[in-house]
């Protein structure tokens, strides 16, 4: 399951590097310039999520950043949910804090960084805030009250929601199908990789919501100052 997540980043940050938006130096493995951080005075190290942090500063001063894709680079992941959702929780805060910190680079003059380096996280958010709230809208706008006020709205059926679930599993198939035989082209050896039907099956139907749990647990610590910590064990 985080095998393949790892081949989707992998991906996407292909499509990052084309439009000079990469916003994380991958903490697992990376390579500066001494001069670099000499400039931006090393490592903020009150950050959660110091990759983020620095590669923001490094954009701010015009540098490029790229990732070798054909790498090998070996890391230890979280060994059970709670840990993956606590690792994520903090990926989100710290990249929070980080945008908030560095909030000049919103500015225009930064072109696509600005839409998929600063916001990109954001923006994704989009369907899957439509997809927490749509029911609840439903159940409202095709409530009794609504019938007792002479009003009946029929076309919002749960099988419009339906539809639009389908069509969203289908486009996530699609997608990840896409990803693991682009990655297997681009591999040294041609090597099948990801196709472990557990984890890809886990990845397409389960991943969106352990994303979106994370993403409450993260705005709730946010709103309500919690500590800051490593929480990924």
């Excluded at 950050?47 to 490094?58: F, G, P, Q, V, Y």
């Excluded at 749509?134 to 609504?146: D, F, K, R, S």
């Excluded at 610590?221 to 800051?228: G, L, P, S």
């Amino acid at each position: 399951f985080q095998h393949f997540e790892y081949e989707v980043i992998l991906y996407v940050r292909r499509i990052f590097m084309k439009y000079e938006s990469v916003y994380v130096t991958p903490g697992g493995f990376s390579l500066y310039r001494s001069n670099i951080l000499k400039i931006l005075k090393g490592f903020d190290t009150k950050s959660l999520t110091e990759d983020i942090e620095i590669a923001l500063r490094i954009q701010g001063l015009g540098y490029k950043i790229r990732s070798s894709l054909d790498a090998f680079v070996y890391t230890v992941p979280p060994q059970n949910l709670k840990g993956l959702i606590m690792q994520r929780v903090r990926w989100i805060r710290g990249g929070i804090r980080s945008r908030i910190k560095n909030k000049h680079l919103f500015d225009p003059e930064y072109g696509d960084f600005v839409f998929l380096g600063m916001c990109f996280d954001f923006i994704i958010l989009i369907p899957i805030v439509i997809g927490i709230i749509t029911p609840a809208v439903m159940y409202i706008l095709n409530g009794p009250w609504m019938n007792s006020l002479g009003i009946q709205l029929s076309y919002l059926s749960s099988s419009h929601l339906a539809a639009i679930g389908i069509i969203i599993s289908l486009l996530t198939i699609f997608w990840t199908i896409a990803v693991i035989k682009k990655m297997e082209e681009r591999s040294e050896k041609g090597a099948r990789i990801g196709w472990n039907v557990p984890g890809v099956i886990l990845f397409i139907f389960g991943y969106g919501y352990i994303m979106v749990f994370a993403w409450l647990i993260a705005f709730f610590k946010e709103i309500t100052f919690a500590e800051q910590s490593w929480e990924t064990r």
